[in-house]
């Protein structure tokens, strides 16, 4: 785990030898905002995270842990959040994961 996603962002960069240039062009993004993403002045694009999964051999579940864990901890952090707000956004998901689950089953009882 890194401070921010952005640090995270220029540890596999550096590891990997890519120069912010190189690594900017795979991403779609130019170098210097690709540069404000690694100091944390600017935020990543959620929607660039299956190409950096692809850039680096990444699985794309740790690597969306490590995007949105950094966005759920600064949201929590700037409205000074106690720990139970993680247990009632678990508990909001799994609620959510279930409606869809039973919005998807069909009964075949009343078909007899």
Known sequence: MEANF?????KLRTKNNFTLTQ???KLGIDSGAL??????KKEFDEKCLVKLSYIFG????DLKTEYFGDQFAKKMYQY??????LTV???KMNYLKNINVKQGEIN???DK
């Open 58 to 61: 990444l699985d794309i579940e």
């Open 80 to 85: 000074n959040c106690s720990l139970k707000t």
């Open 23 to 25: 690594l900017g062009a």
């Open 108 to 110: 075949f009882d009343n």
């Open 35 to 40: 540069s404000k993403i690694e100091t944390g």
């Open 89 to 91: 956004a678990e508990e």
């Open 6 to 10: 952005g640090e995270y962002i220029r």
